[in-house]
């Protein structure tokens, strides 16, 4: 009870003793007042206990924030409804968003990742790059796995048939592929550079995982058709190779036919693809 509801009990009993010395009508106030005080303290344990009762909700369970009502009816609404939570914080936390298109359609994909699906709509960040290169026959550079595999590679074509392999291009940088592209696009027109040269950001070279192959001084068009080019494509699964763009299937691909261009994906992917009969474009997307 506040001061000021107190002051009055203790004015009433002054008025009480001065009644006995001459007068009963002031010492009637002291009941009135007494009453009015209890009735004000009636009166306030009963707005205590309606502001409690508002605090607590109809289940027992203690009312949040605006926010945080808004998140557990949605929450609880789902969940009769059978199906998972639908509240903007609980999908951030849980679960990871599904890639989406970039402003020109294009989805990105994992840095560093030897199964990740590169073509027209897949890409890589410009800044991606492996941290395992390693030079290869030719000069070029892979990554570590990718390289041991071709040196094997190359040392069987050499035992086999007397081949001398080595390679035209390995890795290369978003940067090197923007020239690349860019010097197709000049000298060749774009719907040419388009068909035989992938984009920045959309080339395997990116990955460093991709090898062209050459021979004899016979590189890119010229390694089509020759007994090397047959050796590749019939053996190069059997060391995790892939020939990316076989020839036939621009229509899937997106690309002419290129014979010399191999990616590695691991031996036992490699075989998989060769039984599936996909090319690896149709194989890592399915």
Avoid at 132 to 146: I, K, P
């Amino acid at each position: 009870m506040s001061d000021t509801r107190s002051r009055p009990v203790r004015r009433a009993g002054g008025k009480a003793k001065r009644q006995t010395v001459g007068g009963s009508e002031r010492g009637s106030t002291f009941p009135v007042v007494f009453i009015g005080a209890l009735i004000a303290v009636v009166l306030a344990v009963v707005l205590l206990l309606t502001v409690a009762a508002d605090s607590i909700s109809g289940d027992g369970k203690p009312v949040g924030p605006a926010g945080d009502a808004t998140s557990t009816a949605t929450a609880e609404a789902t969940a009769t409804a059978g199906g998972p939570t639908s509240t903007v914080g609980a999908q951030t936390s849980t679960k990871t968003p599904e890639p989406t298109p970039g402003a020109d359609g294009s989805i990105l994909v994992a840095c560093g990742d030897i199964l990740a699906p590169l073509d027209k709509q897949h890409r890589l960040a410009s800044d991606c790059a492996p941290n395992d290169l390693r030079q290869v026959a030719g000069g070029a550079y892979l990554r570590a796995e990718a390289a041991v595999a071709l040196g094997e590679m190359f040392a069987a074509g050499k035992q086999e048939k007397g081949f001398d392999f080595y390679v035209n291009s390995g890795y290369r940088s978003y940067q090197e592929q923007v020239n690349t592209y860019n010097y197709w696009v000049q000298t060749s027109g774009q719907a040419y550079a388009d068909r035989t040269s992938a984009r920045p950001g959309h080339s395997e070279h990116q990955l460093g995982t991709t090898a062209d192959v050459a021979a004899r001084g016979l590189e890119l068009e010229a390694f089509g058709g020759t007994a090397e080019a047959a050796w590749v494509a019939a053996n190069s699964y059997k060391f995790g190779f892939v020939v990316s763009y076989p020839d036939g299937k621009e229509a899937i691909t997106g690309y002419a036919s290129e014979p010399w261009h191999i990616r590695y994906v691991g031996k036992g992917v490699a075989q998989q693809v060769k039984d599936s009969g996909l090319t690896l474009h149709e194989f890592l997307l399915k």
